[in-house]
């Protein structure tokens, strides 16, 4: 299995630029989350999706961010227009979304983002 | 709600000696479920052990255990032999396994290994 992967590994932007992020998760997981990895923050779940339909966007900052799930081996978030303070590492997982391991999220490698 | 606390922001250990890094979490839940997450230089989380609260038994990986007291609300990882490898940022996390599968994540614990 090649594990969950996310695209681009790295990303430099300029502030006001549209920034997408994307993910592939494990194939059969049918749950997949979105993390931001700061510094100051730690990690936060922006996202939930479960069977391609989000069902906890509290975690989203602001209008700013969106995230899509058009099926079920793609996820992407996007941020319109970007600004210095995303800047952060962007995690993707998937978890098996039933049966025995329902509850182990696998992590992707993760994208780091800078925006200047 | 639930909380998940790491004391210990960082430590340090000789290599193949033991250290044990402590995690504590508040919930009124009976059932859940507690992890172990190992984040290296690589960015890359990586699962290390996890432990299912109905179960009495601690869980055990290799190198890696836990001491899983449910009554003090406390799941510190024990690292055997410690190993230059193990050099890592370790998360500690809780997850309710209803409803929405979110994991509650602790700050972390940046745990050195040295030569």
């Known amino acids: 299995d090649a594990g969950v992967i996310q695209s681009p590994r790295h990303e430099v932007t300029e502030m006001g630029q549209e920034v997408t992020l994307r993910c592939k998760p494990i194939?059969?997981?049918?749950?997949l989350f979105w993390y931001r990895q700061t510094m100051m923050r730690g990690l936060e779940l922006l996202i939930y999706?479960?069977?391609?339909?989000?069902?906890?966007d509290s975690g989203m900052p602001e209008d700013r961010f969106s995230a899509k799930m058009p099926n079920a081996s793609f996820s992407t978030l996007k941020i319109q227009p970007s600004e210095p303070r995303d800047s952060a590492v962007y995690f993707c997982?998937?978890?098996?979304?039933?049966?025995?391991?329902?509850?182990?999220?696998?992590f992707g490698p993760g994208t780091r983002l800078t925006v200047l | 709600a639930q909380t998940v606390t790491q004391s210990q922001p960082e430590m340090s250990v000789q290599e193949a000696e033991t250290v044990t890094l402590s995690c504590t979490y508040d919930?009124?839940?009976?059932?859940?479920?507690l992890f172990w997450y190992k984040q290296p230089p690589s960015r890359q989380m990586i699962l290390v052990i996890r432990?299912?609260?109905?179960?009495?038994q601690n869980a055990t990986e290799n190198r890696f255990s836990v001491n899983f007291q449910k009554a003090a609300k406390s799941f510190s990882l024990k690292i055997s032999d410690s190993q230059l490898g193990d050099t890592a940022m370790y998360f500690c996390?809780?997850?309710?396994?209803?409803?929405?599968?979110?994991?509650?994540f602790g700050t972390g614990t940046r745990l050195k290994v040295l030569a």
């Open positions: 999706f479960n069977n391609n339909v989000p069902i906890d």
């Open positions: 996390a809780f997850m309710k396994p209803s409803g929405t599968y979110k994991y509650i």
């Open positions: 997982a998937s978890s098996p979304g039933g049966g025995q391991y329902t509850d182990t999220q696998y």
């Open positions: 194939s059969g997981h049918n749950s």
């Open positions: 919930t009124s839940e009976n059932n859940y479920y």
């Open positions: 432990q299912e609260a109905y179960k009495q």
